[in-house]
């Protein structure tokens, strides 16, 4: 609206139509696809499964609830629909309640435009300000989410029945708007039942007070399988009211893990113009995380959230940024650096049964099985035959994460065919990444028992 109104009658002269929220998500989406823009940029691996299932249960008009493990997007994915709102609405001025000029709910609101009509002031409220959210604790109140009587407004002279002596909670300040429960099986018994009449009937009671005061509020909510269906720790009747239940899922292909870290980490321009990091150790980090999620001896339940994969990068990414600063030289991530994820992963998983400290075997086992996984995708063992037989002759190549690039060239010149199957995954002449590729190929083929290795803290010395 070129010349947004200030009063009531300019707004009615502009012709504006109001519209509840969900016709005015509904309408935005409708559009959106319609010129075929991107729904939920940012958002990888979703596109042939929830949001399908999210544009469907938007265009019914549903609240949703999106059900999923720690760490797929789940919140990102409801901050995303913010942008399904229009820029900006208009509302009374210095409401609580964001009320429709042409048609306000609350009391006071009511009253002004009694006393105001045309003159009544409008203000206009962006879309920004029109999302809430809340992480359900035990401690959560009825009076957080939905209100409680004002004993200052009570003491003032007002009276208990009387409206105006209520202090609104967060969803009431939400109207006409999204309002977003995160976890939602954490709110007691008592706190979801108070939600019962939000979703069905739209109105609310506090106090035993019954206030008709019909909201207008998109209600979308997430929760952890283990919690939701397990625990049976979500009421059968606040289940019902909800009218989408979508599932989301971790990444199903490398691709897709990899393109979610290569956007969520933490991007340092010192670290980014000192390190690159060649494809096949991309992989190796996403590897780690996809045999997690399948491991017996890690809790499935919990998950293995996309934080891990984003936590190893950034790991790795630190490990070799600080080789570089110590011989002041480019880098590249190493398979040397690989035990430094321990520390990035250990916190962020939950063990299936088994004893203290053996954290670290579990995880180096994931390592070892991740780097077997990739070298096999980019070469067979038995292509290094000549390498493999030089070192039976007595070559030794010993290797280490603090070990400057330049002694790698040496050990690389001895390697004789196998310096041309190098050039498969690095092209390059640069010493950093050469000396990347040689880890790796030495650690593949000491996992296809083809090369003995022995660990001396963090050197890594190759025999035959």
Same mark, same amino acid.
């Given at each position: 609206?070129?010349?947004?109104?200030t009063?009531?009658?300019?707004?009615?002269?502009?012709?504006?139509?109001?519209?509840?929220?969900?016709?005015e998500?509904?309408?935005?989406l409708?559009?959106?696809?319609?010129?075929?823009?991107?729904?939920?940029?940012?958002?990888?691996g979703?596109?042939?499964?929830?949001?399908?299932?999210?544009?469907?249960?938007?265009?019914a008009?549903?609240?949703?609830?999106?059900?999923?493990?720690?760490?797929?997007a789940?919140s990102?994915?409801?901050?995303h629909?913010?942008?399904?709102?229009?820029e900006?609405?208009?509302?009374?001025?210095?409401?609580?309640?964001?009320?429709?000029?042409?048609?306000?709910i609350?009391a006071?609101?009511?009253?002004?435009l009694?006393?105001?009509?045309?003159?009544?002031?409008?203000?206009?409220?962006?879309?920004?300000?029109?999302?809430?959210e809340?992480?359900?604790t035990p401690?959560?109140?009825v009076?957080d989410?939905?209100?409680e009587?004002?004993?200052?407004?009570?003491?003032e002279?007002r009276?208990?029945?009387?409206?105006?002596?209520?202090?609104?909670?967060?969803?009431?300040?939400?109207?006409?708007?999204?309002?977003?429960i995160n976890?939602?099986?954490?709110?007691?018994?008592?706190?979801?039942?108070s939600?019962?009449?939000?979703?069905?009937e739209?109105?609310?009671?506090?106090?035993?007070?019954?206030?008709?005061?019909?909201?207008?509020?998109?209600l979308?909510?997430?929760?952890?399988?283990?919690?939701?269906?397990?625990?049976?720790?979500i009421i059968?009747?606040?289940?019902?009211?909800?009218?989408a239940?979508?599932?989301?899922?971790?990444?199903?292909s490398?691709?897709?893990?990899?393109?979610?870290v290569?956007?969520e980490?933490?991007?340092?321009d010192?670290?980014q113009?000192?390190?690159?990091?060649?494809?096949?150790?991309?992989?190796?980090?996403?590897?780690?995380?996809?045999?997690?999620r399948r491991?017996?001896?890690?809790?499935?339940r919990?998950?293995?959230?996309?934080?891990?994969?984003?936590a190893?990068?950034?790991?790795?990414l630190?490990?070799?940024?600080?080789?570089?600063?110590?011989?002041?030289?480019?880098?590249?991530?190493r398979? #040397?650096d690989l +035990? /430094?994820?321990? !520390? *990035?992963?250990?916190g962020? $998983?939950?063990?299936?049964?088994?004893?203290?400290?053996?954290?670290?075997?579990?995880?180096?086992?994931?390592?070892?099985?991740?780097?077997?996984n990739?070298?096999?995708?980019?070469?067979?063992?038995?292509?290094?035959a000549?390498?493999?037989?030089?070192?039976e002759?007595?070559l030794?190549i010993e290797?280490?994460?603090?070990?400057?690039?330049?002694?790698?060239?040496?050990?690389?010149?001895g390697?004789?065919?196998?310096?041309?199957?190098?050039k498969?995954?690095?092209? #390059?002449?640069? +010493? /950093?990444?050469? !000396? *990347?590729a040689?880890?790796? $190929?030495l650690e593949?083929?000491?996992?296809?028992?083809r090369?003995?290795?022995?660990?001396v803290g963090?050197?890594?010395?190759?025999?035959?």
């Amino acid at each position: 609206m070129p010349d947004k109104a200030t009063t009531l009658g300019e707004l009615r002269a502009s012709g504006y139509t109001p519209l509840t929220i969900r016709e005015e998500i509904r309408n935005n989406l409708i559009n959106k696809i319609q010129k075929g823009e991107d729904l939920f940029p940012g958002i990888i691996g979703f596109d042939d499964s929830v949001i399908p299932q999210l544009e469907n249960a938007i265009l019914a008009g549903q609240d949703i609830i999106l059900l999923g493990e720690r760490g797929q997007a789940k919140s990102r994915l409801i901050r995303h629909m913010i942008s399904l709102l229009d820029e900006e609405i208009p509302v009374m001025h210095r409401c609580e309640l964001n009320c429709n000029p042409l048609q306000p709910i609350c009391a006071e609101c009511k009253a002004t435009l009694a006393a105001d009509g045309d003159d009544t002031e409008v203000a206009w409220l962006h879309r920004d300000e029109r999302y809430s959210e809340k992480l359900a604790t035990p401690d959560i109140t009825v009076a957080d989410l939905i209100g409680e009587v004002d004993p200052i407004k009570v003491a003032e002279g007002r009276y208990l029945s009387d409206e105006l002596t209520i202090h609104y909670g967060l969803i009431p300040r939400t109207n006409r708007g999204i309002f977003c429960i995160n976890e939602l099986p954490d709110l007691s018994e008592r706190i979801q039942v108070s939600l019962f009449n939000l979703m069905q009937e739209r109105d609310i009671q506090i106090k035993g007070y019954r206030i008709m005061l019909p909201l207008d509020v998109f209600l979308v909510s997430t929760a952890n399988p283990e919690d939701y269906t397990n625990r049976g720790r979500i009421i059968t009747p606040l289940k019902d009211r909800y009218g989408a239940q979508i599932r989301t899922h971790y990444p199903r292909s490398l691709d897709d893990e990899m393109g979610i870290v290569e956007q969520e980490y933490s991007h340092f321009d010192d670290t980014q113009s000192r390190v690159r990091v060649p494809e096949y150790m991309k992989e190796v980090i996403a590897e780690v995380t996809a045999l997690a999620r399948r491991s017996p001896d890690i809790n499935q339940r919990s998950g293995v959230s996309l934080r891990v994969s984003i936590a190893n990068y950034e790991t790795i990414l630190s490990a070799a940024f600080k080789r570089s600063l110590r011989h002041n030289e480019p880098a590249s991530p190493r398979v #040397s650096d690989l +035990p /430094a994820i321990v !520390a *990035s992963t250990t916190g962020k $998983i939950e063990m299936e049964s088994v004893e203290e400290g053996r954290e670290y075997k579990v995880i180096d086992d994931l390592v070892k099985k991740a780097v077997l996984n990739t070298f096999g995708r980019y070469y067979q063992a038995r292509q290094f035959a000549d390498l493999t037989e030089r070192f039976e002759d007595g070559l030794l190549i010993e290797t280490g994460n603090d070990k400057p690039s330049s002694d790698y060239m040496s050990g690389f010149a001895g390697m004789g065919e196998a310096c041309e199957l190098i050039k498969e995954i690095e092209q #390059s002449d640069d +010493p /950093a990444a050469i !000396a *990347s590729a040689v880890e790796f $190929i030495l650690e593949g083929l000491h996992l296809n028992r083809r090369l003995n290795c022995d660990r001396v803290g963090g050197q890594y010395i190759y025999s035959g």
